[in-house]
């Protein structure tokens, strides 16, 4: 017949249509907006209605998500933060669009570089997102971020990050990344390890 399989699609349509209510009733409000009901709804078993609702209801990015990078520090048990970056320039020599500066820092008496920054930025409209800096970077100071509602209306202002805006604690990055931080704490108490038996066999 003529149209068949337009009436067909228009059915389907209709039958999500109507899905929608009758779920809503099902869960009484509480439908949308939450995470459980979320993962329903985008599961074999939604009914009715299965888009998110953003930016009330978002999806779990995977953990190797990357949108901008930021920089790790430590906190001491004093509470002092301590950079993991030591300015080596690496992230901003490796970078496609060359879109990292950094501002080394100085001995105020002597005048030597030392290996801390002064100020780090970021240009976040030229990043690319590729996630090479942190691949590259020796220290494990720079991690790809997972926030990517970053859009405003003044590039200048809030487009471009400096050291405060980027750098996060290293908490921050085992929420968001735990397999890899397990991974890499892992590796650092391996080198401990076998240095210190290094400085044993030294010492006897
Ligand atoms: S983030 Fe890493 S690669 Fe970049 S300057 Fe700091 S220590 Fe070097
Ligand atoms: S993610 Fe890629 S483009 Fe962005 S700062 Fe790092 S190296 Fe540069």
Redesign the pocket.
């Known amino acids: 017949m003529v149209g068949e399989g337009l009436v067909k699609g228009l059915c389907v349509t209709l039958k999500h249509f109507i899905g929608t209510y009758i779920d809503d009733i099902r869960w009484l409000g509480r439908r949308y907006y939450r995470d459980d009901a979320l993962q329903i709804r985008q599961s074999p078993k939604a009914r009715g209605i299965f888009t998110v609702q953003y930016p009330e209801e978002k999806l779990p990015v995977p953990e190797a998500f990357r949108y901008i990078?930021f920089?790790i520090y430590e906190v001491a048990e004093d509470g002092t933060m301590e950079?993991?970056?030591?300015?080596?320039?690496?992230?901003?020599k490796?970078c496609p669009p060359q879109c990292?500066w950094?501002e080394r820092s100085n001995d105020p008496e002597t005048g030597r570089p030392i290996?801390a920054?002064t100020n780090?930025y970021i240009d976040i409209d030229i990043c690319m997102n590729c996630g090479l800096?942190a691949e590259?970077?020796?220290?494990?100071?720079?991690k790809m971020d997972h926030d990517y509602e970053l859009a405003s209306y003044k590039r200048v202002e809030n487009h471009i990050f400096d050291k405060t805006r980027l750098s996060r604690p290293v908490d921050y990055y085992r929420s968001i990344r735990p397999s890899d931080y397990a991974l890499e704490e892992a590796a650092r108490a391996e080198k401990e390890a076998a240095k210190a038996a290094r400085r044993r066999g030294g010492s006897s």
């Open positions: 990078p920089l950079d993991r970056c030591t300015s080596c320039g690496i992230c901003a490796v990292i950094i290996p920054p780090f800096c590259f970077c020796p220290f494990d100071a720079i």
